[in-house]
């Protein structure tokens, strides 16, 4: 069994926002295996294959709060800590750049400090996609809220693809 998470705000006000870049990931992934994240549990909007095996989870707290619902699934799936991935933002590598860890600090990431701080521990994977650091220092909040410019939609498309592959190849070489 996996849990992946892609870390997000809720609301249409939010869903082409660079913050939001790993439920865009989950999105694609869920399109491609067929699935709609219909259900709601935990805080969250969840998908399930059942071929794969696979729970595609969306947490509705808003970032900041985001180990809440990560808390309950992996209670309530008595999921061992390795079959958790994370699928994040990140500030500190540029557009395009995707980083896969299994284990790691929270690098100033709020979603990822909650969950960390929920869980007690750091040690579970999570896939790092890179949206670039603002030319202006001071003024991260409002660009991890803005939305993609329609100059960076093409690179956004390929990390995605290449997001939901390592996905993929993960759960399928680790099943």
Known sequence: MWLVVGLGNPGS????????????????LALKWQLEFKKKKFISVYAFSPE????????L?????????????VKD?????NRLLIVVDDLDLPLGKVRFRRRGGDAGHHGLASIIGVLQTSEFPRL?????????RGTEATYVLSPFKESEKEVLAGVV?????????????ES
């Open 161 to 173: 693809e290449h997001s939901v592959g390592l996905i993929e190849n993960l759960v399928k070489s």
């Open 13 to 28: 006000e939010y869903a082409n926002t660079r913050h939001n870049v790993g439920f865009i990931v989950l999105d694609q």
């Open 128 to 136: 790092r996609i890179g949206i670039g650091r603002p030319r202006k």
């Open 77 to 81: 799936l008595s999921l061992p800590l």
């Open 52 to 59: 794969r095996k696979v729970y595609l989870v969306k947490p």
């Open 61 to 73: 707290t808003y970032m900041n709060r985001s180990g809440l619902a990560v808390k309950k699934w």
